[in-house]
């Protein structure tokens, strides 16, 4: 609730700072686009690193929600515009290697977009509802394997990974589960806590307010390492599944076209911006492991490789967009 009325405070807060501009005499506002709808994860995230990068500046921050087609309208709409640095991208990393495998965009995801500053990254986590008859993920295997070829697994999108994860899950432990898809977390994680869906691959976000309220059970953490959230929770390496190691990641994105000064200008300001401790602290309460990195190749490199792992988990599954 906190986040939520953070949100639309900033929504107001964030073009109010014109009069102080002190970033550059009469150099016109940031826009930042979001690709999803107000209220939600990136839509937050963006808003409060905004805010705070206008605090800091004193340049006045627009934030523009720009939502469908898996994103890709609103990376459409960041490309258009002139590579000037006066327009950027909050987003998540399936915008680069996910989204691309299932439909064609109008960019190049790894030539195109320049990744300018991480800001946050988020574990998924493997739940189903409290009153699931097992209680560790020794005994979730055991008992989805008495119902082999009948269990099913939710995910939020197709080509997501929360449809990789349990795909490969299903496989390596010979489930034949049936991947149910959604448009999105909340009516997912509804059907897995009704009883209509056994499990699904969750980001913690979103998961970890319904764990804390004992309505969903958390098996596993799908990340490189346990989650300081849930530390008690094994990674699925430690379980003997280390092909399910996924960690979501919130970047600022931009055109690879922009100039070098540019580019070092932007990352400085959101790098400052993303270790105020008023941002760091509000990352957490978000569910949000604060990870701030400006190295764009690095991130780049990362990108390729996660691209490449992605394209041969659809090609070997088979997922389709429709």
Excluded at 53 to 80: F, P
Excluded at 128 to 157: I, M, W
Excluded at 238 to 251: A, D, F, R
Aim: net charge positive; no cysteine.
């Amino acid at each position: 609730m906190k986040l939520l009325q953070f949100a639309r405070s900033a929504m107001v807060a964030v073009g109010w700072s014109l009069a102080l501009n002190v970033w550059a005499a009469g150099e016109p506002p940031l826009k930042i686009i979001v690709p999803a709808p107000p209220g939600g994860t990136m839509d937050i995230v963006g808003r409060l690193v905004g805010h705070q990068m206008s605090l800091d500046t004193g340049r006045t921050v627009i934030v523009e929600n720009r939502a469908g087609a898996v994103g890709s309208i609103g990376m459409r709409a960041m490309l258009q515009a002139p590579p000037d640095g006066n327009t950027i991208l909050m987003g998540a990393i399936n915008l680069l290697v996910e989204a691309p495998q299932l439909m064609k965009v109008p960019y190049d995801p790894l030539g195109d977009i320049v990744s300018i500053a991480r800001v946050a990254s988020t574990s998924y986590v493997l739940v189903t509802a409290t009153n699931y008859p097992t209680q560790d993920f020794a005994g979730l295997v055991s008992h989805l394997k008495t119902r082999k070829g009948k269990a099913n697994f939710a995910s939020y999108g197709r080509g997501t990974v929360s449809q990789y994860s349990g795909f490969i899950l299903s496989d390596k432990a010979g489930l034949d589960m049936q991947h149910i898809g959604y448009a999105g977390s909340p009516p997912a994680l509804q059907d897995v806590i009704g009883g209509q869906v056994d499990l699904m691959f969750d980001g913690l976000a979103t998961s970890l307010p319904l764990i804390k309220g004992e309505r969903l059970r958390a098996y596993a953490v799908a990340g490189k390492k346990r989650s300081s959230y849930l530390p008690d929770v094994p990674t699925m390496t430690e379980l003997g599944y280390p092909e399910i190691q996924y960690n979501g990641q919130v970047t600022f994105y931009g055109s690879s076209k922009l100039p070098a000064d540019v580019l070092a200008r932007l990352q400085q300001a959101i790098k400052k911006a993303a270790e105020a401790p008023a941002v760091q602290q509000k990352l957490t309460d978000a569910g949000l492991e604060p990870d701030v990195s400006i190295d764009s190749a690095a991130m780049l490199a990362e990108s390729k490789l996660l691209y490449q792992r992605n394209a041969a988990i659809v090609k070997k599954f088979n997922i389709q967009a429709n």
